[in-house]
């Protein structure tokens, strides 16, 4: 379809509903008409953001919810059991490490501070006093197999 047949529909569209073709919405490529949720193949009981940690559906309106209708999962138990006002300025912390474990006994109010300064010990410092890379695993660029990129 050519560019100006598409323009001709367009304006005609524009027409029918009374506005200008700058107001028309672009709905190229949303159809809305899969699976979604639980009823997708790909569902897999859970939902959780990049960073890996659960995500809780809790619709739109919540004061806890993100723009698409989610909170996170430990948040929400944090706050039920001690209130908004005990995270002013506070960031969770899961105590023994696992994102997924939600428990109110395996979570912590931190200030940044005090939060930094717990992952800060956990890494450890090389020789130099440098902190060391969590990407190295906590291992020095010496003890690292030398790439060679396919050169001999």
Known sequence: M?????????KKRAEALGCSVEDLPDNRGRHHNGPHGMSHHRW???LT??????????????PLACPNGYALEHVLV????????SLNGKILHHKNGEKQDNRLENLEALT???HNALHNSERGRDAL???RSRFLDNREHS??????HGIP
Do not use: D, I, M
Request: hydrophobic content about 35%.
């Open 129 to 131: 006093g440098r902190f």
């Open 44 to 46: 897999n009981g859970n």
């Open 112 to 114: 940044q501070a005090k």
């Open 2 to 10: 050519s560019a100006k047949s598409t323009l001709w529909r367009r």
């Open 78 to 85: 944090w706050v039920a059991a001690h209130g908004v006002e």
């Open 143 to 148: 003890e690292l197999p030398e790439v060679t």
């Open 49 to 62: 953001n990049r960073q890996g940690y659960k995500l809780v559906r809790v619709g739109r309106k919540h």
